[in-house]
């Protein structure tokens, strides 16, 4: 199995434009989690989707963040308009979604907005 | 919610020394304790895990402690080696809520050669 894949490795973008970032969750994993590193903040949970549904996304932290999953295989985070204190590493990971299991990380996704 | 505390922010030993990590949480009904390993521009990689049932849980040079009355966890690398260096995060989570995991705030660790 390739791992959980996130695309794009990097993006730059302006402030005010729209930007998406895309995951795909390893093969049979039930849980998929969207998280957000900075220096500041460290490691937040942002949402949780468990079997494609929304689960708790109390950690979106407004309302021009939005989170789609519409299949077992495919998740997106969704910035827009961005803003430049959305600069930050978000990192997409998924789980077998049982009590107390590993969860794996993609490579990240290093957005910075200028 | 639950929330977790990590020390220290950093740590730096020499190598063939001994590293200690430490944390706690606050939710007792957490009952999964996993650490991850984040070296740079790569996403978090489990590394060991223990679970409530378990007080002690050793793979080669790494070994966790969990101590569930006082609601702390700790990571222990003996014999470091330069490739130990990385950022170490502890997390906790509990069995209903699907493999969500709450972080601490990390530890870079430095081995100097």
């Known amino acids: 199995d390739a791992g959980v894949i996130q695309s794009p490795r990097h993006e730059v973008t302006e402030m005010g434009q729209e930007v998406t970032l895309r995951c795909k969750p390893i093969s049979g994993h039930n849980s998929l989690f969207w998280y957000r590193q900075t220096m500041m903040r460290g490691l937040e949970l942002l949402i949780y989707f468990n079997n494609n549904v929304p689960i708790d996304d109390s950690g979106m932290p407004e309302d021009r963040f939005s989170a789609k999953m519409p299949n077992a295989s495919f998740s997106t985070l969704k910035i827009q308009p961005s803003e430049p204190r959305d600069s930050a590493v978000y990192f997409c990971?998924?789980?077998?979604?049982?009590?107390?299991?590993?969860?794996?990380f993609g490579q990240g996704t290093r957005l910075t907005v200028v | 919610g639950e929330n977790v505390e990590q020390h220290p922010s950093t740590l730096s030993v020499q190598e063939g020394d001994s590293a200690v990590i430490k944390c706690t949480y606050s939710?007792?009904?957490?009952?999964?304790f996993p650490w991850y390993k984040q070296e740079l521009g790569k996403g978090p990689q489990l590394i060991i895990d223990?679970?409530?049932?378990?007080g002690e849980k050793k793979d080669q040079r790494i070994a966790v402690t969990l101590n569930k009355t006082a609601k702390h966890f700790s990571l222990h690398i003996t014999e470091t080696q330069p490739e130990d260096s990385a950022v170490y995060f502890c997390a906790a989570s509990r069995r209903t809520n699907a493999g969500k995991s709450t972080f601490g705030d990390g530890t870079t660790l430095t081995v100097k050669p």
């Open positions: 990971a998924s789980s077998t979604g049982g009590g107390g299991t590993e969860a794996f």
């Open positions: 939710d007792s009904a957490s009952n999964y």
């Open positions: 223990i679970r409530s049932n378990v």
